[in-house]
């Protein structure tokens, strides 16, 4: 908890939600699997994890690298309505909703900040359930560059009214940490995406869990902590 007589400012917890909070991922590269074979650029299921993190718009330039504005318009059509077909299947992790719940109660600012479209938002927002926990949501619509670049994580800390080193941001991927690491915001990681502690550790993460729920059982001597000790 916050220490009595304190004048440090609230810190901010700022929490990925595809692949941190909620289980889908790997929704999503089923989802984009069939899109892109659908407008006529099959690709191998792995490269598309590999991308997982990243907006829409940078994940396809990544997998196609120069298509047309049609193409690329097509292909996250076909994403989105795949992905809505498949989200019955959506949910929370285990321990995703008492985590957030348990920072914010310890007097810090909660914000989601994700690269999801604003139709996947509202269904990860239903799943998820913890608005009274949640501050702020930053989302692809707030910026114009999506992750790895950082300006998410700074809408985030803006609309929470922290600096970077009173915020820490938990996601699943590199490229939460890379944008983190731009935007000089600490990055805790988890390995609920499918991305090896290695390779986390490697981009920059200061820490890494094996999800949501260890990360709670640990709470209180995690790098989070400096935000409340």
Do not use: N
């Not at 700022?14 to 590269?29: E, R």
């Not at 803006?158 to 080193?165: I, M």
């Not at 009173?166 to 000089?184: E, M, N, P, Q, S």
């Amino acid at each position: 908890m916050t220490k009595t007589g304190s004048t440090r400012s609230p810190g901010a917890v700022l929490f990925d939600i595809d692949g941190t909070l909620v289980d889908s991922s790997y929704l999503h590269i089923s989802a984009w699997l069939h899109a892109l074979r659908a407008v006529g650029h099959p690709v191998d299921a792995w490269r598309i994890h590999r991308g997982q993190g990243m907006g829409s718009s940078e994940l396809l330039a990544a997998l196609l690298g120069e298509v047309s504005d049609e193409v690329s318009l097509q292909a996250k059509q076909h994403h989105s309505e795949r992905y809505r077909q498949s989200s019955e299947l959506l949910r929370a992790f285990d321990g995703a909703r008492d985590l957030v719940a348990e920072v914010a109660q310890r007097g810090v600012i909660v914000v989601l900040a994700t690269s999801a479209a604003p139709e996947e938002l509202e269904l990860l927002r239903s799943v998820l359930g913890i608005e009274d926990a949640v501050a702020e949501i930053t989302a692809a619509q707030d910026v114009e560059a999506a992750k790895p670049e950082p300006d998410l994580i700074q809408v985030a800390l803006q609309q929470a009214g922290v600096t970077a080193d009173r915020a820490v941001y938990v996601g699943d991927t590199v490229w939460d940490v890379k944008a983190c690491g731009k935007a000089g915001v600490a990055c805790v990681g988890v390995l609920s995406g499918g991305v090896s502690a290695a390779e986390l550790i490697e981009a920059g993460a200061v820490a890494v869990y094996e999800d949501c729920r260890a990360l709670l059982r640990e709470l209180d001597t995690s790098p989070l902590a400096a935000l409340w000790s």
